[in-house]
């Protein structure tokens, strides 16, 4: 079974608005992590959240952890064309094998 | 930055030649290491698993004879994929995991002519 899954699927907004993206996992983690991948592209690390920390900020990124809810959210403030891309959450540690939902497919018009 | 790299990053073949692709796990050791493809607009799915020293693991549908993983060492894994074909051009993407952490590459994409 799936462990991420994140939603909206599709998100679709003007640039300097923020962005809020979901994700839901299934069993207990050590962290859990925020990937973007631009269309044809790799995967690139954006975020690390423990599971004893329930909100981190990097930049323009926002992320929250509730373990009790099993769930996180990645929030882009201001956010800009380039942020175009999707974005997939993966959880870390423990025995099972992560796995990746569709991910959220975000666009910024300028 | 990364922490799991891949090489190379883009390749293109011609059908019926093999091509390998290594992960690296960068500052960590990768006790386990996962191999996933990512076709256009799809999202990722977990071809197979492999402990260092040990066979991989592979998932349903996944053929081992053509997918050869490797994990010799905690910090190299590679897959193979022999005698390519054009339907095996697609998205891999490895990750490896530590004790506490775990981490994906950026991805190697596979052209098959």
């Known amino acids: 079974s799936q462990q991420g899954e994140e939603d909206p699927q599709a998100l679709s907004i003007q640039e300097g608005e923020n962005a809020t993206m979901n994700c839901s996992y299934k069993t207990s983690i050590n962290n859990l992590q925020w990937y973007r991948q631009n269309s044809g592209r790799g995967l690139v690390h954006l975020i690390l959240?423990?599971?004893?920390?329930r909100e981190k900020h990097s930049g323009r990124l926002r992320v929250t952890l509730d373990t009790s809810k099993k769930s996180s959210s990645l929030l882009i403030t201001a956010s800009r064309a380039a942020d175009t891309a999707s974005y997939f959450c993966?959880?870390?540690?423990?025995?099972?094998?992560?796995?990746f939902g569709r991910g959220t497919s975000l666009i910024v018009h300028p | 930055g990364a922490v799991v790299s891949q090489h190379p990053s883009w390749v293109i073949c011609k059908s019926g030649t093999s091509v390998k692709i290594e992960c690296r796990s960068l500052d960590f050791q990768a006790t386990t290491m996962f191999w996933y493809r990512q076709f256009p607009k799809q999202s990722l799915m977990l071809m197979a698993t492999?402990?260092?020293?040990?066979?991989?693991?592979?998932e349903q549908g996944v053929e081992k004879d053509k997918f050869l993983i490797n994990h010799a060492s905690l910090t190299l894994s590679t897959l193979t994929v022999t005698s390519a074909h054009p339907e095996d051009s697609s998205f891999y993407i490895c990750s490896g995991r530590g004790d506490y952490e775990q981490y994906f590459g950026p991805g190697t994409r596979l052209t098959v002519t």
């Open positions: 959240i423990r599971s004893n920390e």
């Open positions: 993966a959880t870390g540690g423990g025995s099972y094998i992560p796995t």
């Open positions: 492999s402990n260092e020293g040990s066979k991989a693991t592979y």
